[in-house]
């Protein structure tokens, strides 16, 4: 799914949009025990919990495509009728009102998802008649064919409000301030069927994280049967890796810093298309070679490739540098500086030594204090002898 396709989702968690038919859920102790549980029919809420439960449900659609938001496809083996894919197909087409299926699911995620204290799983179900388009973009809601039936899933963290003092209004009183459990933010979640090309595609699903480098590898294999992706950190010290081996001693400054100024220039071309641009092997090796990677070092590029990342392995362009600082590090030394401005660092070798040069046009300051350059040439120098 795109960021297009989220948004129009997301867009049905209001009162006008509304396509969900029944929320499930229940409480989750410290313990892994089920306190207690919640089967309605959503629209029967009282409506002080029903925008709640819209901004719940519009945080588990949120955040970036590639590192919140991952979209998974399920391995051929998960879609025959004993796999994930047709367990979860099942519990859709069951409306959450078969309870035996609804057990299962909450024992499914409680085994597997990575958590120590109290958290709340909610899932919905909705039916949303997809609106035809015309020429123009606009939606024609008076015109559907086809219905997007789907379950969404969110697990939310519970936890104990802060302590502090209120004012009683009854008593007139300034006291201590009951505590009570809150439903945070979602912390994981997932969409199912996934919504491709704007309409129902059963074999992916979209999945949710708040924390990109939090991905419940075991829930998302258990439950899901999905292999886990590479996170977006993962992906940028992959990606660092596999330019480091290819290049070998060829892995100079200038190189490194063409391939991260022909990766943002890639970024800034696409960033209006609905689809993050990516980079498979082939898109990776004609990256490191119009970077100035030597015809040489590219003859095992293939290898490297599959041994560091895997042969089938994708990166979003966007996990893989910043468009707004290029770092140079050192042990001892960091310096930062626009992308653009890249031109003002430059390494040289003076008498046998390597430096990072620094070119000064502009006003200089240390610690908040600007100072004048004063820059003396070769004979200036000399009479100080």
């Known amino acids: 799914m795109n960021k297009k396709e989220t948004l129009e989702i997301r867009k049905q968690f209001t009162n006008e949009n509304c396509a969900i038919t029944r929320i499930c859920g229940c409480y989750v102790d410290a313990e892994k025990q089920i306190r207690t549980e919640l089967k309605e029919a959503f629209l029967s809420l009282p409506e002080e919990e029903v925008f709640k439960y819209f901004e719940i449900f519009r945080k588990t659609l949120s955040g970036t495509v590639g590192k919140n938001l991952l979209n998974l496809e399920f391995p051929l083996g998960q879609e025959m009728p004993d796999g994930a894919q047709a367990w979860l197909l099942k519990l859709r087409d069951s409306r959450l009102t078969d309870d035996i299926l609804l057990e299962e699911f909450y024992e499914k995620i409680i085994k597997s998802y990575a958590y120590g204290e109290n958290y709340y799983i909610i899932l919905i179900h909705a039916a949303y008649d997809i609106p035809k388009r015309a020429e123009d973009g606009m939606e024609m809601f008076d015109a559907s064919d086809d219905t997007y039936e789907y379950l969404m899933c969110s697990i939310c963290p519970v936890k104990l409000s802060k302590a502090g003092l209120c004012y009683n209004a009854e008593k007139n009183s300034i006291e201590d301030r009951i505590r009570d459990w809150i439903v945070q933010a979602p912390d994981a979640g997932f969409l199912f069927p996934a919504f491709n090309d704007r309409n129902t595609d059963l074999h992916s699903m979209l999945y949710y994280t708040r924390n990109p480098e939090t991905l419940q590898p075991a829930m998302m294999e258990e439950v899901f049967g999905c292999p886990t992706p590479l996170s977006a950190k993962g992906q940028k010290e992959t990606f660092q890796e596999l330019v480091a081996g290819t290049l070998g001693d060829a892995c100079d400054y200038e ?127 000399s009479s100080l002898d």
Not at 282 to 303: C, D, I, Q, T
Not at 310 to 319: H, K, P, Q, V, Y
Not at 322 to 330: A, D, P, R
């Open 255 to 381: 190189t490194v810093v063409n391939i991260h100024e022909n990766l943002n220039e890639l970024i800034e071309e696409k960033k209006d298309l609905p689809e993050p641009p990516t980079l498979t092997k082939p898109e990776v090796k004609s990256l490191l070679a119009a970077s100035g990677a030597p015809e040489e070092v590219l003859e095992h590029f293939e290898e490297q490739f599959d041994s560091t990342a895997g042969d089938r392995t994708e990166f979003l362009a966007t996990n893989l540098t910043s468009t707004k600082t290029l770092e140079v590090k050192t042990p001892d030394v960091i310096v930062k500086v626009s992308p653009e401005k890249a031109e003002l660092l430059e390494t040289r070798v003076i008498d046998g030594r390597s430096y990072l040069l620094i070119r000064i046009d502009d006003q200089v300051e240390v610690n908040g204090v600007p100072v004048r350059a004063a820059l003396r040439n070769s004979d200036e120098d």
